[in-house]
């Protein structure tokens, strides 16, 4: 049994969730959002409540896909009654970021500035060297500030470049110089 899959999910109230012809939309006050089912997986709404179940529950590959798609559902429904946020923060001397109408200008040590365009469903903030960025689909959120932090990733010297906020950057010793005696 999947420990995941097989709990219900509870629907907030304002959050509307229905399954058609094998995709699940979630709409709520954050925005509106859509996936495809797979044809193994059963999703049914009841009163206030969604269940996710497959037929063969002792085959591991359904097994995994019940687990899957429940977490997905819930995470569908969270993102459209509360939403994710996602922080990035810019390290590095003369390593700056700014808003550029609604696309981030980053300065992190190239010859040209780099612009990233953000996609329409993700919301960026700029406040010094921090970027907050805010959407309804934790999936697209995660991918965007993944693709910002590969622009630039954290060194292990000096600790320069772009990482997320909670994120530790393990340090390493530099070269260390000779001993006056050789």
Do not use: C
């Amino acid at each position: 049994m999947s420990r995941i899959g097989k709990q219900t999910i509870q629907i907030p109230s304002g959050v509307t969730v229905v399954v058609q012809h094998g995709i699940v939309k979630v709409q709520g006050p954050k925005g509106s959002l859509e996936r495809v089912i797979n044809p193994l997986v059963t999703v049914s709404v009841g009163d206030g409540t969604v269940n996710v179940d497959v037929q063969k529950k002792e085959e591991k590959n359904e097994r995994s896909l019940w687990g899957t798609f429940g977490a997905h559902i819930k995470n569908m429904i969270e993102g459209v009654s509360h939403g994710f946020t996602k922080g990035l923060e810019v390290n590095g001397v003369g390593y700056k970021v700014a808003m550029q109408g609604t696309d981030i200008k980053l300065d992190v040590g190239f010859s040209h500035p780099v612009i990233y365009k953000m996609p329409v469903e993700v919301q960026a903030s700029v406040e010094k060297n921090a970027i907050t960025l805010v959407s309804a689909n934790k999936e697209l959120l995660g991918a965007t500030a993944a693709e910002i932090r590969s622009i630039r990733k954290p060194e292990p010297y000096k600790g320069k470049g772009i990482k997320y906020t909670e994120e530790q950057i393990r340090r390493k010793a530099g070269k260390t110089a000779k001993s006056a005696g050789a």
